[in-house]
């Protein structure tokens, strides 16, 4: 249990760092149930092709704290690009998303491990051009809180099928786990890292490759969840709309308040 006074002291922090210009991401009606986009079903018509094509080996659950405005010099949006600039990288971006990946997982944890248990193993999802630890995001990955020390952390290489088309699909072969890493996976809950949700298709491809490795399940989750005005009118009203400053004790899980404490079996 996360002593109250704890709490709020994150609570605060991260109003102070992100909240004026990050915002929780939404739960309910009109939101995709997985990726909490705009959606006229229980799923955004991107997220329900992939369930059609791929269904029990996409993640079992997605966790996304955010929405990134993608609008003309939205901080949120900046945030998201400047930290993994190849050129000149913010260290002020990359602390807030950090400060945000640590934050969510301690705070929520409990929440986030519900459904499957607390998460044994960790990766992230890295790029073509940034493969491995070369990639920004797992200065976010190594920031995720966990309740064993013997938590594993492993790395997915980049497949053959990376830049394949479509590229906003999901696809085997875009990542895969070596024999180095398949005691990691096999039979393991893997959480993973990732930082800007647009299509979901590296993150779910992500969790192909994990499943077909004998994953137990795979949780995906993301700083930020991207909206662009220019996509859709529902993108744009959902924007307009998502004004609250961001609010670390607000559950992405749920999207309100978190339930009781659990007792992991």
């Known amino acids: 249990m996360i002593p109250p006074e704890t709490r709020r002291l994150w609570q605060d ?4 760092q992100v909240g004026g210009f990050f915002t ?3 739960r309910g009606p009109g939101l995709c149930a997985v990726c909490t986009g705009p959606a006229s079903a229980d799923l955004c ?3 329900a092709d992939h369930r ?32 993994k600039n190849l050129i000149n990288p913010s260290a002020e971006c990359l602390r807030d998303l950090q400060l945000m ?12 491990a519900r459904a499957f248990g607390w998460w044994e193993t960790v990766t992230f999802v890295s790029s073509q051009n940034r493969p491995g630890v070369a990639h920004p995001v797992v200065e976010l990955a190594k920031q995720v809180a966990y309740d064993s020390p013997n938590i594993q952390r492993m790395l997915l290489d980049v497949g053959p099928s990376m830049e394949a088309e479509p590229r906003r699909s999901p696809l085997p072969g875009r990542f895969l786990v070596t024999d180095q890493w398949r005691p990691a996976v096999q039979g393991r809950h893997v959480l993973v890292v990732d930082d800007t949700w647009v299509s979901g298709c590296k993150s779910q491809s992500a969790s192909i490759a994990l499943k077909l490795a004998g994953a137990r399940a795979v949780t995906i989750v993301c700083i930020a969840r991207w909206l662009n005005p220019n996509y859709s009118v529902e993108h744009e009203q959902l924007i307009k709309a ?5 609010d670390a ?5 749920t999207g309100g308040a978190c339930p009781p404490p659990f007792v992991a079996a």
Do not use: W
């Open 242 to 246: 998502a004004t609250a400053p961001y």
């Open 249 to 253: 004790l607000r559950c992405p899980v």
């Open 24 to 26: 929780n991401t939404v």
């Open 13 to 16: 922090t991260l109003h102070r």
């Open 101 to 112: 990946m640590f934050g969510g997982t301690y705070l929520h944890g409990e929440c986030i």
């Open 52 to 83: 059609a094509r791929f269904a029990h080996l996409l993640a079992d659950q997605v966790v996304i704290f955010a929405y990134a405005k993608g609008t003309m010099g939205h901080q949120s949006a900046h945030h998201m690009y400047r930290y």
């Open 45 to 47: 018509y991107q997220c």
